[in-house]
Every structure is written in structure tokens, then in C-alpha cells.
């Protein structure tokens, strides 16, 4: 059995040290590892026992044979249940949330869909805000029915409305087990009020005797501009190819929350081996090192590039969250719940789909690509590519259109990327 780790101390003395600063060294011991300063790369499928009896008591915690004890801690097995890596990966992932516990996997898709799996069991419902993202569509409208698992969606925005009146229609239909939520939306930057989901949960808990476990998914803000848990979430969903990754270069996803929330999860994902592998781990320690600096960078250009476009004559709008009318019921759930704009968002191009594949085709320094929060720019159009699951009646429904472009701001010099997207304009 591994003693409680003596390194997961997030305050020096009195004062409570910031995210950035733990991302250097929490989770891990130096003396564990030969005295190297980061974390070396556990590239090993098993794990030697001390003894059986060690052996045995790793095996009854894995499968929830008893409960943990206290300052005990899951010994090494195998990496596809546990690994190193991994696990000082998901200890400095569980800061920026303030989250007590976290699970690491191999996509943001596998962490949305092993999180869902587990919480829900035929004739469920999922009531969720629309739009999301088009692999999240996909699981919701495609998969999860034909594991007799139905959904009812409403629309994204501060108005309560729509989540009212779908949670009265998905309680017609079967017991509300998850109300997922994307915000900011996919692509349209609208706003879910977070409190208002947990507090839906809470009545439903008391009309169903059961309460549905609200997951938000906030990969578009990432884990510096918005913290879901703080408002009520009982967990958080990120695509980590996103910001915390945020190079480009690999592929993970993660779920936090509590460890009684991500009880189940942890199950699931042993048994359908969704585990991010023990390289991807180390890369993405590597990068939530740079995590604030980057996404600071990149909200900083995001600013100075969406306030340019808002002016400019062949852009009908900017779906940017700092041009929100501070007084608007968006504006006001935006200072309540988001720390800042962040650095992706969507325009619309004047001239509809010709005149955005135009522009698009145009850009020099943006990368015509999907995915988002990498240090370089990104252009993409929703309709056609990331979105494209979605019948263009609902697409149009949900503010997805023809017309639109979606952004995501890098790092490079903002002035350079102002005059790419000039030039691209000029040849609209």
C-alpha cells in the first residue's frame, strides 16, 4: 500500500499557492524518481507488488471492493488502470477547477461519452443545451438511443425558459438522469446559466427522487476563464487537445469533479479502456506549465482581432462574448460566470456560404483547420465541417449559418493576423 502522497500540498505555510505555481511540482516527488526535476515518462504496461497482500488490496480498491481507507491510496496495477504519469497528470489538472478528484482519457469524446455511459441506463433522458459540438450531437441524437437513452434539447441563451420547458417535456418521457450543458455554445458563443441547470436538478430530485448529475463540457473557455463547479456542476468535461494541450499535437480529454461523481466514470473507463496513454500524460504536464501564459496571450489578441472585425464592412457580426451589452441577461450571466471572453468565437461573413469559403480560402497566416486553443489560428466553417451532423432546418435554428466562420486566436503577433484577415476580406 502507497502512503498518502506527502506532495499534494497546495498552500505554503498560510498562503494558498496559485494554479500556476502547483503546475510545476504538485502531484510529484523528485526523490521518488532519481531527483529529476519534471516527472520521467512510466512507459510500462504493469507494475511489480511489494508482496500479494499489497498486490490484493490494489486489486479490492480498483473494482470497489471496499472503501478507501484514510490517506490510502490506489497502488500502481496496470496502466490501463493507473499509471504515474497519469495520475500526477489528473492531480494538477483537478487545480485551476478547485476539483476534488479527475480522470484523464484518450479524446474529449471519450471522456464526454464514458461520463454520460456512466450515469445513464435505459429509458433515461438527457436534457442538454443546444448547440454543442458536432461529435457530442452525434453521441446524443445517434448512439445513446439505441441504448434506449432519449434526449430533449433546448435552446443556448440567459433566457430560463427553454431549459424549463424541456425539462417539463424529458420528465414525460422518463427519468432525467444528466443535464448536459456546453457554454459557451459551440459555435455561437451563447451562454448556459449554470446555477439555473443545478438548481433544475435540485427540483428534479425532489419530483423523480432522483437528481440528474449535471456535466458541463468547457472546452471553449477552458479551465482559466470559467469554473462550472463553482455554479453548481457536479462535473466538468474538457477536450484537453484544446488549451491545455494547446500545441496541437495530441489528442485527450478529462472529466473533475467529486470523487463520488467520477465513481462510476473511473469504473467504466477501466473496463472500456478510454485512459489517455502515458506519453500523451506527459506532454499535457508539460503544457499546463505554459497554460496561463498562452491562453492570456491568446485572449489578449482575441480582443484587439474581434474588435477590429466588428467594424468592418463585409462582417455582419461577431459572436464575441466581450461585445456583450453589459446590461443585456447575456452580458450579466457573462460577468456572474465567465472570467474572460477567451480567444475563440464566430463571425459571419456578408455574401452567405460563397463568400465565407472565399474568405476562408484566402487567409495566408490562419490555418484553414478544425479544432481550437492551439498556439496558432485556426479557421473553420461550423455548417459544412465541425457542425455538419446537424440538419441544416436545426442549424439554422440554432444560429449555425451558411455565413459563418469560426476563429480561434492563436498566439502569434495580433497586427500580423489583422492584416491576413484584411487581405482575405479584400478577396470576398
Given at each position: 500500500?502507497k502512503?498518502?502522497?506527502?506532495?499534494?500540498?497546495?498552500?505554503l505555510?498560510?498562503?494558498?499557492?496559485?494554479?500556476?505555481?502547483?503546475?510545476?511540482?504538485?502531484?510529484?516527488?523528485p526523490k521518488?524518481?532519481?531527483?529529476?526535476?519534471?516527472?520521467?515518462?512510466?512507459?510500462?504496461?504493469?507494475f511489480?507488488?511489494?508482496?500479494?497482500?499489497?498486490?490484493k488490496?490494489?486489486?479490492?480498491?480498483?473494482?470497489?471492493?471496499?472503501?478507501?481507507?484514510?490517506?490510502?491510496?490506489?497502488?500502481?496495477?496496470?496502466?490501463?488502470?493507473?499509471?504515474p504519469?497519469?495520475?500526477?497528470?489528473e492531480?494538477?489538472?483537478t487545480?485551476?477547477d478547485?476539483?476534488?478528484?479527475?480522470?484523464?482519457?484518450?479524446?474529449?469524446?471519450?471522456?464526454?461519452?464514458?461520463?454520460?455511459?456512466?450515469?445513464?441506463?435505459?429509458?433515461?433522458?438527457?436534457?442538454?443545451?443546444?448547440?454543442?459540438?458536432?461529435?457530442?450531437?452525434?453521441?446524443?441524437?445517434?448512439?445513446?438511443?439505441?441504448?434506449?437513452?432519449?434526449?430533449?434539447g433546448?435552446a443556448?441563451?440567459?433566457?430560463?425558459?427553454?431549459?424549463?420547458?424541456?425539462?417539463?417535456?424529458?420528465?414525460?418521457i422518463?427519468?432525467?438522469?444528466v443535464i448536459?450543458?456546453?457554454t459557451?455554445?459551440?459555435?455561437?458563443?451563447?451562454?448556459?446559466?449554470i446555477a439555473?441547470?443545478?438548481?433544475?436538478?435540485?427540483?428534479?430530485?425532489?419530483a423523480?427522487?432522483?437528481?440528474p448529475?449535471?456535466?458541463?463540457?468547457n472546452?471553449f473557455?477552458g479551465p482559466?476563464?470559467?469554473?462550472?463547479?463553482?455554479?453548481?456542476?457536479?462535473?466538468?468535461?474538457y477536450?484537453?487537445?484544446?488549451y491545455?494541450?494547446?500545441?496541437s499535437?495530441?489528442?485527450a480529454?478529462?472529466?473533475?469533479?467529486?470523487?463520488?461523481?467520477?465513481?462510476?466514470?473511473?469504473?467504466?473507463?477501466?473496463?472500456?479502456?478510454?485512459?489517455?496513454d502515458?506519453?500523451?500524460?506527459?506532454?499535457?504536464?508539460?503544457?499546463?506549465?505554459?497554460?496561463?501564459?498562452?491562453?492570456?496571450?491568446?485572449?489578449?489578441?482575441?480582443?484587439?482581432?474581434?474588435?477590429f472585425?466588428?467594424?468592418?464592412?463585409k462582417?455582419?457580426?461577431?459572436?464575441?462574448?466581450?461585445h456583450?451589452?453589459?446590461?443585456?441577461?447575456?452580458?450579466?450571466?457573462?460577468?456572474?460566470?465567465?472570467?474572460?471572453?477567451?480567444?475563440?468565437?464566430s463571425?459571419?461573413?456578408?455574401?452567405?456560404?460563397?463568400?465565407?469559403?472565399?474568405?476562408?480560402?484566402s487567409?495566408?497566416?490562419?490555418?484553414?483547420a478544425?479544432?481550437?486553443?492551439?498556439?496558432?489560428?485556426?479557421?473553420?466553417?461550423?455548417?459544412?465541417?465541425?457542425?455538419?451532423?446537424?440538419?441544416p432546418?436545426?442549424?439554422?435554428?440554432l444560429?449555425?449559418?451558411?455565413?459563418?466562420v469560426?476563429?480561434?486566436?492563436?498566439?502569434?503577433?495580433?497586427?500580423?493576423?489583422?492584416?491576413?484577415?484584411?487581405?482575405?476580406?479584400?478577396?470576398?
Amino acid at each position: 500500500m502507497k502512503p498518502h502522497k506527502p506532495y499534494r500540498h497546495r498552500t505554503l505555510g498560510s498562503h494558498r499557492l496559485s494554479p500556476e505555481t502547483l503546475a510545476m511540482s504538485y502531484g510529484y516527488d523528485p526523490k521518488l524518481s532519481e531527483g529529476a526535476v519534471k516527472a520521467p515518462l512510466f512507459m510500462t504496461s504493469t507494475f511489480v507488488f511489494d508482496s500479494t497482500q499489497a498486490g490484493k488490496e490494489f486489486f479490492e480498491l480498483a473494482y470497489g471492493l471496499r472503501e478507501r481507507k484514510a490517506g490510502e491510496d490506489p497502488g500502481l496495477i496496470y496502466s490501463r488502470i493507473n499509471n504515474p504519469d497519469l495520475e500526477i497528470l489528473e492531480d494538477r489538472l483537478t487545480l485551476w477547477d478547485d476539483a476534488e478528484d479527475s480522470l484523464v482519457f484518450s479524446s474529449g469524446m471519450a471522456a464526454i461519452a464514458t461520463t454520460i455511459f456512466a450515469h445513464v441506463r435505459p429509458g433515461d433522458v438527457v436534457v442538454h443545451s443546444e448547440p454543442v459540438y458536432g461529435g457530442s450531437e452525434f453521441l446524443l441524437a445517434h448512439i445513446l438511443p439505441q441504448f434506449g437513452v432519449s434526449r430533449v434539447g433546448f435552446a443556448a441563451g440567459a433566457d430560463p425558459k427553454p431549459l424549463a420547458d424541456a425539462i417539463e417535456t424529458a420528465k414525460k418521457i422518463g427519468r432525467v438522469s444528466v443535464i448536459y450543458v456546453e457554454t459557451p455554445a459551440n459555435p455561437t458563443n451563447d451562454l448556459v446559466d449554470i446555477a439555473a441547470c443545478a438548481a433544475a436538478a435540485k427540483g428534479l430530485h425532489a419530483a423523480q427522487n432522483f437528481r440528474p448529475v449535471v456535466m458541463v463540457d468547457n472546452t471553449f473557455l477552458g479551465p482559466l476563464w470559467q469554473h462550472p463547479l463553482s455554479h453548481g456542476a457536479d462535473l466538468v468535461l474538457y477536450s484537453l487537445t484544446k488549451y491545455v494541450g494547446g500545441h496541437s499535437d495530441v489528442i485527450a480529454g478529462c472529466a473533475l469533479g467529486s470523487q463520488a461523481a467520477l465513481a462510476a466514470v473511473r469504473g467504466f473507463r477501466t473496463i472500456l479502456g478510454t485512459m489517455c496513454d502515458p506519453h500523451t500524460g506527459w506532454l499535457l504536464m508539460r503544457s499546463l506549465e505554459t497554460l496561463k501564459l498562452r491562453m492570456t496571450e491568446a485572449a489578449t489578441n482575441a480582443k484587439k482581432i474581434a474588435d477590429f472585425l466588428v467594424t468592418h464592412p463585409k462582417i455582419d457580426a461577431v459572436h464575441y462574448l466581450g461585445h456583450l451589452p453589459p446590461r443585456s441577461p447575456a452580458g450579466r450571466l457573462f460577468a456572474k460566470q465567465c472570467l474572460s471572453p477567451g480567444s475563440t468565437f464566430s463571425i459571419d461573413v456578408k455574401g452567405g456560404e460563397a463568400a465565407a469559403f472565399r474568405f476562408l480560402d484566402s487567409l495566408k497566416l490562419m490555418k484553414l483547420a478544425v479544432s481550437l486553443g492551439g498556439t496558432e489560428s485556426l479557421a473553420e466553417h461550423p455548417a459544412s465541417m465541425t457542425h455538419s451532423d446537424i440538419p441544416p432546418d436545426a442549424q439554422q435554428r440554432l444560429g449555425i449559418t451558411p455565413s459563418m466562420v469560426r476563429l480561434s486566436i492563436g498566439i502569434e503577433n495580433a497586427d500580423d493576423l489583422i492584416v491576413d484577415l484584411t487581405q482575405a476580406l479584400n478577396a470576398v
